[in-house]
């Protein structure tokens, strides 16, 4: 780290820093170095010279994610110190199983290291940067991961980073690549279920691994169920659903892409199965044309509708509109699992929107679960918007 390379914030601005939040946002700047570039290693400062921690300077409201709150070099060693952390909180919760090998090892903030997320399927590990910092330290991180993990489990690496990383960096982040070990057909082991993951064109890091146990409460529910599945994408619900011993379950996204992934991981699992339809529409199209009473559950978990704060309002009146149309066509005595991924809309605004959709259904709507992410998504205690991800499981009567 070039040693001039600080930060001073404005008199005032350093309390969150003490109480080890890890943002810094641009207004709290006083000075910085006029050559200091995205992505730089950056001492943060307080008004009095005081030392706050080290992080990744980023242009932006969020001008710096913190590392440490130690000074201390951002190196291999750094890395693979957090890494064997998070690998070790891993081993504690036995993810690493016979008829498992599929889980999130390096969750941004909730793992100390903001900006970086890393996910294990079997012996393919995939690193993603969502920030200049992170991709400006790939090499680091990547000789830290075959530091710490075990034979076999970075076998392979992928590099996964288009559409998270900033264009105006002038980065060519478009393009994802294999850094180690040779390309492979590999196919994920989640909880003894059988996944095929598109490394390459798929979304986040191919697969979403953060719904792990909600499938598996959804599979408790599914038993001689009629299920819709929407925003399918691939198929993770539906193939639980399809074990739990449901009777029909349909799939619907609206790319036919994700539509025929989820075919794949549904013969790769049950062979050819008469009770699943998988249909590539619009969401909200498709439930209105539903019949109702059709299904007695249907699981919603749209993509982020909301990717700024400034999307807000527009958002909370989406998920309104979707969860009354799927309420209004539920069978009494059917199931609704319904989520958010959004990180902007808190707990309760979504709540608010699902209130305010079954309100206006009429209908008596009882909540027999509250959903979040799995432990390998860990949410740092002092970085509350770590919790993204937000569920409720109704009884809709």
């Known amino acids: 780290m070039n040693e001039q390379n600080v930060i001073v914030l404005r008199p005032g601005k350093e309390e969150s820093l003490r109480r080890f939040h890890p943002w810094v946002f641009s207004g709290a700047i006083a000075s910085k170095p006029d050559l200091l570039a995205e992505g730089d ?4 400062v307080a008004s009095d010279g005081n030392f706050l921690g080290v992080g990744h300077y980023q242009i932006g409201s969020i001008a710096v994610r913190i590392l440490s709150f130690h000074d201390v070099p951002v190196d291999t060693a750094f890395y693979a110190a957090n890494i064997e952390q998070a690998y070790r909180l891993r081993q504690t919760l036995q993810l690493m199983r016979p008829d498992n090998n599929t889980f999130r090892l390096i969750h941004g903030e909730g793992d100390h290291l903001p900006g970086l997320i890393i996910d294990v399927y079997g012996r393919t590990t995939v690193i993603q940067a969502h920030s200049v910092g992170m991709h400006k330290d790939l090499n680091l991180i990547v000789t830290a991961l075959k530091q710490v993990l075990p034979e076999g489990l970075a076998e392979h690496i992928f590099y996964k980073s288009e559409g998270t990383l900033p264009y105006k960096a002038g980065l060519n982040a478009a393009d994802t690549y294999l850094l180690g070990g040779e390309q492979v057909q590999d196919i994920a082991l989640e909880n003894g279920l059988k996944f095929h993951i598109d490394w390459l064109k798929g979304q986040k890091t191919g697969f979403f691994i953060d719904q792990r146990d909600n499938r598996t409460l959804l599979e408790q529910y599914a038993e001689g169920r009629h299920v819709l599945n929407m925003f399918c994408y691939t198929g993770g619900f539906s193939v639980y659903a399809l074990r739990g011993g449901a009777v029909l379950v349909d799939s619907v996204d609206s790319s036919p892409k994700a539509v025929s992934l989820t075919g794949r991981n549904v013969v790769l699992n049950f062979g050819e199965e008469p009770r699943h339809n998988a249909v590539a529409d619009d969401a909200f199209k498709f439930l209105k044309r539903v019949q109702e009473g059709k299904y ?3 699981v919603l978990d749209p993509p982020a509708f909301a990717k700024h704060r400034g999307a807000i309002n527009n958002a909370l009146q989406g998920y309104k509109k979707l969860n009354l149309s799927a309420i209004e066509k539920l069978a009494p005595g059917g199931l609704l699992f319904t989520f958010s991924c959004s990180q902007a809309i808190t707990r309760d605004q979504f709540r608010l929107a699902v209130f305010s959709a079954a309100a206006i259904s009429g209908r008596r709507v009882r909540i027999l679960h509250q959903l979040t992410q799995p432990a390998d998504h ?18 809709v009567e």
């Open 41 to 44: 290693v950056v001492r943060v």
């Open 296 to 298: 007695d559950l249907i």
């Open 378 to 395: 860990p949410v740092n205690i002092y970085h509350p918007e770590g919790e993204y991800l937000k569920g409720l499981v109704l009884w």
